[in-house]
């Protein structure tokens, strides 16, 4: 049972790199969320998809793009890596009913920009 | 805009004692409020939520909140603390800003449970 799966868990880039964080829900979600997490600020939510094909911008979007292709993926871009983007990214997922409001979330991934 | 505060950046709690990790909100309309905890290096994971009905609130691990509605207050409690309880805390309030669920996170709260 994966739940919400997240490729890779750690990455070093230098100032101005590109990659892409990947993070897969095997629950049938409609929902998928991508936060960041910083020392003493909480988790931030970056951006979120409420199905395939939709994206939306969380509070701190800026410099990140998204996309859902596929209901069960949700990735997460940063075009041209910056300090400030040093950070563990989270993505979560949740569905429409019953369990309101409950986030599944990945393992986290590590990220480092030089 | 919906928001949570978490007044204390740790906590400290001999084994065995009572613990209470506080939480303040600030919404419009009925809140939607949740306790969740991270423990090292992993993901958050779900404890409690509030909706509506009883102010107390029971979760996973022993955990219970109480919502206090007249001090917009969530917190998070256990009587008898154990030191596999030491993580980091996390109380969250919905947000439905453009008609979708999301959640508000606090800056979170570390709990540290002396042997």
């Known amino acids: 049972n994966a739940g919400v799966t997240q490729t890779p868990k750690f990455r070093v880039l230098k100032t101005g790199q590109s990659m892409t964080l990947l993070c897969a829900q095997d629950?049938?979600?409609?929902?998928m969320y991508w936060y960041r997490q910083d020392p003493g600020m909480g988790l931030r939510l970056i951006h979120y998809?409420?199905?395939?094909?939709?994206?939306a911008k969380g509070e701190v979007p800026d410099g990140y793009n998204v996309s859902r292709l596929k209901k069960q993926n949700f990735l997460l871009g940063l075009e041209s890596a910056a300090p400030s983007q040093t950070s563990v990214y989270f993505c979560?997922?949740?569905?429409?009913?019953?369990?309101?409001?409950?986030?599944?979330f990945g393992e986290g991934s590590r990220l480092t920009v030089l | 805009a919906q928001s949570v505060a978490q007044p204390e950046d740790q906590v400290n709690v001999a084994e065995g004692n009572p613990l209470t990790v506080k939480c303040t909100y600030s919404?419009?309309?009925?809140?939607?409020l949740f306790w969740y905890v991270q423990y090292p290096n992993r993901g958050l994971q779900f404890l409690l939520k509030?909706?509506?009905?009883?102010?107390l609130v029971k979760g996973s691990y022993g955990f219970e909140a109480e919502f206090n509605k007249s001090q917009t207050s969530f917190h998070l409690k256990k009587p008898s603390a154990l030191v596999s309880d030491s993580a980091l805390y996390f109380c969250?309030?919905?947000?439905?800003?453009?008609?979708?669920?999301?959640?508000?996170f606090g800056a979170g709260t570390r709990l540290a449970v002396h042997p």
């Open positions: 979560a997922s949740s569905g429409t009913s019953g369990r309101v409001g409950e986030l599944f």
């Open positions: 629950m049938n979600h409609e929902y």
């Open positions: 998809s409420v199905g395939e094909g939709t994206t």
């Open positions: 919404v419009s309309g009925n809140p939607y």
């Open positions: 509030y909706i509506t009905g009883d102010n």
């Open positions: 969250a309030v919905r947000d439905m800003k453009g008609g979708y669920n999301k959640l508000i």
